[in-house]
């Protein structure tokens, strides 16, 4: 088992987004979703919870999409795709916040020289 995946968000079904800790990476044969410390994105606990530190379970029926950071899955140990220049950090804060800042401008520009207008899709499109 990896190690518990901190910090993803969870996207219910008629709420505001929520940050839970995973104690695994769901799979195509869950059912449902188990999760402990669940609040807010401001960090504060839900109304409708007692305990944040109680596990919970979420039907993927009440999931609309669950994201999960670069930075918690490198921390858990996952590989993940990300675009190239792009470096998923573990650490959060203002070092962190300068780090992305500088390297924003460097992706942008490395994403400028991919970017190709496909003349024939417009065409298709404008045919419409």
Known sequence: MADVLRNVVLHLNGEQPMLA??????????VGLRCT??????GKRPIFVDDSASVF????LHIRFIEIP???AASAGLQVMLP??????????????ES???SDGELDEGLDGELEIDEDFLRRIREV
């Open 70 to 72: 670069p930075a918690a």
């Open 21 to 30: 800790d995973l104690y695994d990476v769901p799979s195509n044969s869950d």
């Open 37 to 42: 410390n669940l609040r807010m994105m401001n």
């Open 84 to 97: 190239a220049g792009v470096v998923a950090q573990s650490g959060a804060g203002e070092a962190g916040a």
């Open 100 to 102: 992305t800042a500088a």
């Open 57 to 60: 379970f979420f039907a993927y």
